[in-house]
């Protein structure tokens, strides 16, 4: 889990940088060189958590119950309860409309990744997880 220090920044200066990141973030963005920037950028641990939170706020949309979607993305009922709070007030509302145009190819990811981290339906080896230490 990402962790934040202790002493804080004042208002004005964290600010600056978040604007400061925002414009070098839509730079690399217009240059299709999104990816490099968040690869150089970012952690693994960070990626998984952004990925994530992504995919939460979409199934979110799509109305899906919180408890699949926890289960689903092996995340806290609780974070999934925070995010369906804030979902709910409208504070993700920016976010799915720019998604909107890429809403097929998310649900091919997102359909890849669900499956890949649940059992067979049926045939041999479908209880296998069960026998896992």
Known sequence: MPHISSKKLRKEHLQKLYNEFSIALEKSAKKSWARLFLN???TR????????????IYLLSKDLP???ISESLYMSPATISRMSLKYGIGKY???LKTIKNEEENIWKILEKIL???LPP?????????????
């Open 40 to 42: 150089d950028f970012l």
């Open 45 to 56: 641990t960070e990626k998984i958590m952004l990925a994530k939170r992504f995919a939460v």
């Open 66 to 68: 919180a408890s699949y």
């Open 93 to 95: 509302s920016s976010l």
């Open 115 to 117: 499956k890949a981290g």
């Open 121 to 133: 339906r049926a045939g041999r080896g479908r209880w296998k997880f069960l026998y896992k230490l």
